[in-house]
């Protein structure tokens, strides 16, 4: 499916000057179609897909209780 820039901003929760910006740069693939540039939606599919990745990981470590202190004291 493909979107504005603006529908893409909307979409990324970005400002439309910097999907603008992107999309000129080439860092987002969009096509010109006389009046504007569309932006296919199903690129973002992997970003989205990592993004739940880290934070599934971030929120395992977090949850992940400390161990107890190895560190042996030798009585004298």
């Known amino acids: 499916m493909y979107m504005t820039i603006e529908e ?3 979409y990324l929760g970005m400002p439309v000057s910097q ?3 992107y999309v000129l ?3 987002i693939k969009g096509i010109h179609n006389g009046n504007e540039f569309l932006v296919n939606q199903a690129q973002f599919e992997l970003y989205f ?3 739940e990745t880290v ?3 971030i929120a395992e470590y977090l949850s ?3 161990p107890p202190d190895r560190d042996i004291k ?3």
Do not use: F, S
């Open 55 to 57: 934070k599934r990981q």
């Open 19 to 21: 999907v603008q910006k």
């Open 49 to 51: 897909k990592q993004l």
């Open 8 to 10: 893409t901003a909307d």
């Open 74 to 76: 030798d009585e004298d």
């Open 64 to 66: 992940e209780q400390i």
């Open 25 to 27: 740069e080439g860092r």
